[in-house]
């Protein structure tokens, strides 16, 4: 019926924008802090020192890339810029294999196989922003892929090559 069938999908971003925030300066008169359901929000450290980059990379997953000690506290709200910073970037690459064989008139059979994150490529979260965390400025969590055979849920659970095998009859 043919020959085999290729398809892939290539995802590729850069990384997602975030705010580090100081979990002890929550300023309770300040009408910028107010969230949509009457909370306070915690307030974004000010002036990074020299050297302390803005964009983040793997490098953070096994060593904090950022501490305490390189911020300081503002002495007005919204001093720094929200979301200055960026996390690692995403890249994946999935594949779809298959064939149609016709047994006869009506019948055909199917082999394939379906090749998620095919190159094996981790992919990491954002930091932890909150500097009342232990693991601040450690990337503690997988991204979560688009794409993988056990649905969004999975979370981090799909980070690893996977490989589905199928075989199926048409009639």
Same mark, same amino acid.
């Given at each position: $019926?043919?020959?085999?069938?290729?398809?892939?999908?290539?995802?590729?971003?850069?990384?997602? =924008?975030?705010?580090?925030?100081?979990?002890?300066?929550?300023?309770?008169?300040?009408?910028?802090? *107010?969230?949509?359901?009457?909370?306070?929000?915690?307030?974004?450290?000010?002036?990074?020192?020299?050297?302390?980059?803005?964009?983040?990379? =793997?490098?953070?997953?096994? @060593? @904090?890339?950022?501490?305490?000690?390189?911020? #300081?506290?503002?002495?007005?709200?919204?001093? !720094?810029?929200?979301?200055?910073?960026?996390?690692?970037?995403?890249?994946?690459?999935? $594949?779809?294999? /298959? /064939?149609?064989?016709? *047994?006869?008139?009506?019948?055909?059979?199917? *082999?394939?196989?379906?090749?998620?994150?095919?190159?094996?490529? =981790?992919?990491?979260?954002?930091?932890?922003?909150?500097?009342?965390?232990? &693991?601040?400025? /450690?990337?503690?969590? @997988?991204?979560? &892929?688009?794409?993988?055979?056990?649905?969004?849920?999975?979370?981090?659970?799909?980070? $690893?090559?996977?490989? #589905?095998?199928? @075989? /199926?009859?048409? !009639?």
């Amino acid at each position: $019926m043919g020959g085999w069938q290729v398809a892939g999908t290539f995802f590729y971003r850069t990384g997602f =924008p975030f705010s580090i925030a100081d979990g002890l300066q929550a300023h309770a008169f300040v009408p910028n802090n *107010l969230t949509a359901n009457g909370g306070f929000l915690a307030n974004i450290l000010y002036a990074p020192a020299a050297g302390v980059p803005t964009s983040f990379g =793997p490098s953070c997953a096994t @060593a @904090a890339c950022f501490s305490t000690s390189t911020f #300081q506290t503002p002495a007005d709200f919204n001093a !720094f810029a929200r979301n200055a910073f960026r996390g690692p970037g995403y890249f994946n690459t999935d $594949m779809n294999l /298959k /064939k149609t064989f016709a *047994l006869n008139e009506r019948y055909r059979f199917t *082999l394939g196989a379906n090749f998620f994150n095919i190159l094996n490529h =981790p992919n990491f979260d954002n930091p932890v922003s909150n500097n009342l965390s232990s &693991s601040f400025g /450690k990337i503690t969590t @997988a991204a979560v &892929s688009p794409t993988t055979p056990y649905g969004a849920f999975a979370s981090a659970a799909e980070g $690893m090559r996977i490989v #589905q095998v199928f @075989a /199926k009859i048409n !009639f």
